[in-house]
């Protein structure tokens, strides 16, 4: 079954321990791309790919951090949280996004930081 | 600055009728997403429009270049249509970034 895949999908944790939320796609698709969702601001995109090693600045990129190393992984890094990062966060994949394909997105994932 | 607005913000409507949610944009794009958003949380991808119209099923999706503005329509309206609807715009020259309108909350009462 196509899919993106995000892990964990709830997590609480407290400020300053470093933390990684995973994504993972199994349709080959080449670009990726993450967003939070928090309410009275909607979807915000964070960081992108549009292939293995190549990545960009979304519109709030400050204090995360992303990796492309493989295809199919386009894991999320907090390396010093803050609770101003608590929010839902998805990740999304498609085959290029230049061509304006729809995207697929993963089930979201709730972070609480205290 | 490049700005996506959605209309209306919350919307109830009976089971049957005809709903229209609108969106319009700032500037030139080069495409327009629709997405829905289920009460669980989960977003899935409805339409991609350049231009013109796109069908699925009971819902249809127009886009006016000209005048910036994007419909989406659902026909014959069902208790399961509930759901928040997003407008997401890729604006011309913004590399590969969307940008997302506020949505629109649909509820569709039996």
């Known amino acids: 079954e196509a899919q993106v895949t995000q892990n964990p999908r709830y997590l609480i944790t407290v400020t300053g321990k470093k933390l990684t939320v995973t994504c993972s796609q199994n349709?080959?698709?080449?670009?990726m791309s993450w967003y939070r969702q928090d309410p009275g601001l909607g979807l915000r995109q964070i960081y992108y790919s549009m292939n293995v090693e190549v990545t960009d600045k979304g519109d709030v990129p400050e204090g995360y951090k992303v990796s492309r190393k493989e295809k199919r992984n386009f894991p999320l890094i907090l390396e010093s949280p803050s609770p101003n990062q608590t929010s839902l966060y998805f990740c999304?994949?498609?085959?290029?996004?230049?061509?304006?394909?729809?995207?697929?997105f993963g089930d979201g994932t709730r972070l609480s930081i205290l | 600055k490049n700005e996506v607005e959605q209309s209306p913000q919350n919307l109830t409507a009976q089971e049957g009728e005809f709903i229209t949610i609108n969106c319009s944009y700032s500037?030139?794009?080069?495409?327009l997403h629709w997405l829905q958003q289920h009460p669980g949380g989960g977003i899935v991808s409805l339409f991609m429009l350049s231009s013109g119209k796109k069908k699925h099923g009971r819902l249809i999706a127009t886009i006016n270049i000209q005048e910036k503005h994007s419909s989406l329509h659902i026909t014959a309206s069902h208790p399961r249509d509930s759901a928040v609807y997003i407008c997401?715009?890729?604006?011309?020259?913004?590399?590969?970034?969307?940008?997302f309108g506020s949505g629109t909350q649909l509820t569709v009462l039996p």
């Open positions: 500037v030139g794009i080069s495409a």
């Open positions: 997401a715009v890729r604006f011309s020259g913004s590399a590969r970034q969307l940008t």
């Open positions: 999304a994949s498609s085959p290029v996004e230049g061509k304006g394909q729809p995207q697929h």
């Open positions: 349709m080959n698709h080449e670009y």
